[in-house]
């Protein structure tokens, strides 16, 4: 899934999500995230969930996040175009009270990105966001269905999108009119930035020791899955899964460490470990009194990911 936020960001995520969710219910936050940090998000399902097929298992999570970093890397087939605020605003329409396609009233894309951005905040809270009454994209695709939520409504609209952007008929606002390689990716290793969250920091720290990109950034990162079930584990054995904490140290991209001092899943303690192996760590983020699973409440999360993004990046 491509998330074109900001259209002329110089940085696209490779966001790798959390254990018990997957891209349905990633969306919403992945707009809201990357319309406030000024960055494009991709993202993908392991192996097992959300519509993936496969099992998940530690070496199927590699070979995710491997496909995921080529597909990124890759210019598309002629014909394809990302998913992004200039196909919604042409295909889409929004009701509210009385149907008003966006083709026709444009003005009415940012209205929307500011739906999002709360649907996005209400998420993070816990709380019920607003919904989306009605999205119909082209007369080929399905509606979706009134009463859904914003976030079950946009990932089944972007589906749509994406199902028709690959038989031709949808086109991007910044694709070539041309028709000629229209619709790509292509974004450069130096472009990209590696998001790894809890079990997602596992492929992504496996993924950067392997290849250089802009930065790497680990939310709630673990050293090993046998350290995360016996802490006082001291060494790596030989059937310890997920051994980020021997990985970590061949990483040559800058590296952003966040975690929660109250962290009740995977202690604080692997983000201080993490962060020490780390041969270019930045200033890591400690939130004080955050558990696992509510960082982004905090507004010091947002603050760290800005200032690494727009001002230490573009400097180092």
Not at 167 to 190: A, F, I, K, L, W
Not at 193 to 199: E, R, T
Not at 241 to 246: E, L, N, Q, R, V
Request: net charge neutral; hydrophobic share 35%; with cysteine.
């Amino acid at each position: 899934m491509f998330a074109r936020c900001a259209p002329p960001s110089r940085y696209t995520l490779l966001f790798s999500h959390g254990n018990a969710v997957d891209l349905g219910q990633m969306c919403s936050f992945y707009i809201g995230l990357g319309s406030r940090i000024n960055c494009n998000i991709f993202s993908y399902d392991y192996s097992g969930y959300g519509v993936s097929s496969g099992k998940p298992s530690e070496k199927n999570l590699y070979a995710d996040i491997d496909a995921a970093w080529q597909a990124l890397r890759t210019r598309e087939r002629k014909g394809f175009a990302p998913c992004g605020w200039g196909t919604l605003t042409v295909y889409a329409q929004l009701m509210l009270g009385e149907p008003r396609p966006w083709k026709d009233a444009p003005e009415q894309a940012p209205a929307v990105k500011e739906l999002v951005c709360r649907e996005h905040d209400a998420l993070v809270r816990g709380e019920q966001g607003p919904s989306l009454s009605r999205a119909v994209v082209h007369k080929q695709a399905k509606p979706v269905l009134p009463g859904k939520s914003l976030r079950s409504g946009l990932t089944r609209l972007l589906c749509d999108l994406e199902r028709l952007s690959r038989q031709g008929t949808v086109t991007d606002s910044d694709s070539d009119s041309s028709g000629e390689g229209g619709g790509r990716y292509g974004v450069s290793p130096e472009n990209i930035i590696l998001y790894g969250q809890s079990i997602g920091t596992v492929p992504t720290v496996d993924l950067a020791s392997r290849y250089e990109c802009a930065a790497v950034i680990l939310h709630s990162p673990l050293m090993s899955g046998l350290r995360v079930a016996f802490p006082d584990t001291r060494k790596t054995y030989c059937f310890d899964a997920f051994p980020s904490i021997d990985k970590i140290s061949k990483v040559t991209s800058p590296v952003l460490v966040i975690h929660g001092t109250e962290d009740e899943v995977i202690d604080f303690s692997h983000g201080l470990a993490m962060y020490e192996r780390c041969p270019r760590a930045v200033e890591p983020l400690w939130v004080e009194g955050a558990g696992h699973n509510d960082i982004e409440l905090y507004a010091q999360y947002l603050e760290r990911l800005k200032q690494f993004i727009s001002h230490e990046l573009p400097n180092s």
